[in-house]
């Protein structure tokens, strides 16, 4: 990060959900994902470590910052996924060093996983109707 950057902007994605992710130097460490503290945002515990699970990884617990997100899509847990993407996409362009050991964990592979569409005379994805003789 160059000293005249104010933050950095990258995008985390996960299934239908996308996370535009803001980190900006800050004096204390702090997260607002859509205008809510992620304890708000992500109602378990597990979300909410899944969320901030790059900066962990990371181990930069002397630099602070803060973060915001805006998330759009998709559902909850691909929202947590999404926004830990776009912090660890953020992370590694702060710091190249941080790439290997994000990478190793990782959280900078965005997985396409989605739910497969109907298609036409099936029942579901792949599910067919039975067969029958007569």
Known sequence: MKTTDKYIETIGRR??????VRITPASKMSYEINGKSVEAYFPTKELQAIATDSFKESKLTETKFKITAIVKGGGISGQADAVRHGIARALVDYDKELRGKLKKAGYLKRDPRAKERRKF???KARKSPQWSKR
């Open 15 to 20: 299934k239908t959900a996308g996370a535009r």
């Open 121 to 123: 005379g099936l029942k």
